[in-house]
């Protein structure tokens, strides 16, 4: 029986989202129109009581920043009240204001912010016992940049007390003018979202703006989910993954590469995929080089369709939806992997829920929550094209045979004989079960891993009932211990969040580097300065968040041990180019610049290129590259993949334009030792 809450809230105003694709204009890299568009004019007097706003926020944030006596709260959450300065300042600034509330909201929500910091003063924060809608900040790790993410707590949320609630994730639609303040506008009114789950606190990610939580996207769920349990109880195995049109894309993402963390998936509409959804929904010839389509495999989900037999998943579509394509690619997918994907279909709807099929969902949903996410089942299966994604359940994989090449791994549990396991691309793995949870007897049963076909004596489990075994291939057989392998001294492996390609270094804290010297000819510092300047530009625009930017004279040791130092010119202008570059697998000299064995003219050619760096490598270095995707990309979701591999030879005789930094003349991926390999068209 559907409860009048369902009803209530499944009003139709709250059930139409946009629809993102915008025809066959949005297919012409060469007349592209700007995302974020221009905003409007902001009257003469509201900008005057904005500015007037910002200096008085700006003031109380400096106050509690240079108290040292400052209590532990207001240090502690001060990005609550700083989230409001940040996105007032940057609409002014950067002209987002996108229509006359807007502006009205935004003298509110510096008078919010204000009030917050007012009571932070006072080691107070009492928007941490409201319930309702709550908006919040955080500090990200990438950029150190304000970052603002929504709660709903629900009106019977006890503040005191042991109980643990569940937690949903909704992810939002395309909006190429969803600037902080629109997004903070709706959190604080408590529109822009579509669902309401009874007894369940609901997470709203910004996501850093609309970029389908890809990339800087994804890890704001993370770091967002890290704050959120800092101050409410939110059941471990209670995390629900749910979003519509782009947020249904998003969905679809964290269900595949993370489904072993939630307790259920529910995406509707979106993209699954980007190869059939431009074809078929945005009308565009394809023509990708050969590593653009290989790297499609890091966001299609299709490729990591097996995963879903992990995690309950409820798909949605309406009807008459075009976006029916990513539900109806899915469902093709996971039939071949033997799973029926439970796809719910709106009658007669367009891109929208129809209430009685979102009423079944909910339903659907509240009975999984119910039982709850299972962390440590009895069987896994696995597939992996990056160790970027190394971990389902209990099992976790260390080492591929071959980056973006399927590695693919079924474990089956059984507590009187040890674990039988099904093994392919796939050259080291371990299991992990923690104190409390591994059901194998530790007197009794001394357990057997049967991997292909092959037994192997494992370690026994310890009295804790905590058992791990790490296993690494060699020479065709597979060895075991009950500790890590030791790392030979000096040797390079690509392994977890130190595999590539070059956009994986700006999901982490980046760094970008200025050369201060002269480059070897005009042409590649003028390429240089345009770039980097662009890159800067660029990441405040899609990311929203300022990039940190130092000179490559002022860069000390802390900064090489917390960053990814994405270094921009060439061995004469920058001098940790030039200290690092003995150590990349490149030549850069004034009379060549050789790369995978072959020579390219020094005046006309530059490299893009990631690396464990020299310096430390346990991060990465970059070099002239930010992130891959470029204008062209920004006007669909589904293009923002990326663009360059691990390494790229780039002629500057053709100009950048909106697709690329230029003519790629070479590009490829490193092999599993960081060492260049036969590609494609070698």
Known sequence: ??????????????????????????????????????GIEVPAEKKAALKKGLNELKSSLDAIRKDEKASQIAKTYLPDAEACYKAVHDALKHNEFFKPNEIDFAIELLKLGKERAAQLKQGKAPWLTQTGNVFRGYRSKIDGSIQPFGLEIPSNYTFSGKDEWRLDFWFHGRGEKLSEVSFLQQRHNGSGGKISPKDTIVLHPYARYSNANKFAGEE????????????????????????????????????????????????????????????????????????????????????????????????????????????????????????????????????????????????????????????????????????????????????????????????????????????????????????????????????????????????????????????????????????????????????????????????????????????QVDLIGEWTNAERNRAIDHWRKQFRGDARVKKDSDVNDADIASNNLVLWGDPASNNLIAKVIKDLPIDWKPDGLTVAGKKYDPKFHTVALIYPNP????????????????????????RQTSKLPDWAVIDLRKKPDTRYPGKVVAAGFFDENWKFKKQPED
């Open 220 to 519: 704001d769920l993370f770091e967002a989910l890290a704050v959120a349990k800092q101050d409410y109880r939110i059941d471990e195995n209670r995390i629900l993954v749910r979003g519509f049109s782009m947020g249904g894309a998003a969905c679809w993402q964290f269900a595949v590469h993370y489904a072993g963390q939630w307790a259920a998936a529910s995406p509707g509409a979106g993209f699954s995929e980007t190869p059939d959804f431009l074809k078929t929904f945005q009308g565009e010839d394809l023509k990708p080089s050969w590593w653009e389509k290989k790297l499609w495999r890091w966001y299609d989900a299709t490729d990591w369709a097996v995963n879903l037999s992990n995690t309950p998943t409820i798909a949605y579509s309406g009807e008459e939806d075009k976006q029916k394509q990513a539900a109806d690619m899915m469902v093709a997918a996971t039939q071949e992997e033997g799973l029926n994907l439970v796809h719910l279909i709106g009658p007669g709807m367009g891109h929208k829920y129809h209430p009685d099929t979102l009423a079944e969902i909910e339903s659907r949903l509240d009975s999984i929550a119910t039982v709850g996410r299972d962390p440590y089942p009895e069987k896994v299966r696995f597939q992996t094209y990056t160790l970027r994604y190394n971990r389902m359940k209990w099992v976790q994989v260390d080492g591929l045979a071959e980056h973006w090449e399927p590695g693919r791994i079924r474990a089956t549990l059984s507590p009187k004989e040890g674990v039988d396991l099904f093994v392919k691309g796939i050259t080291a793995f371990s299991l992990h079960f923690p104190a409390g949870t591994c059901p194998i007897d530790p007197v009794n049963v001394i357990p057997n891993l049967t991997i292909n076909g092959d037994h192997y004596r494992a370690p026994k489990p310890w009295s804790d009932r905590s058992w791990t075994v790490w296993c690494q291939q060699k020479e065709g057989k597979w060895e075991l211990s009950d500790k890590p392998f030791p790392t030979k001294k000096g040797a390079l492996t690509k392994q977890h969040n130190l595999q590539g390609p070059i956009d994986d270094a700006f999901t982490d804290s980046f760094m970008f580097v200025s050369p201060s010297g002269k480059p």
């Open 615 to 638: 310096l430390n490598p346990e991060r990465y270095v970059v070099l002239n590259s930010g992130f891959t995707y470029r204008e062209y990309d920004y006007l669909n979701n589904a």
């Open 1 to 38: 029986m559907k409860s009048p809450a369902f009803h209530l809230l499944l009003t139709f105003s709250l059930l139409v989202s946009p629809v993102f694709a915008d025809g066959p204009e949005d297919n012409k890299p060469e007349n592209v129109r700007q995302i974020p568009p221009p």
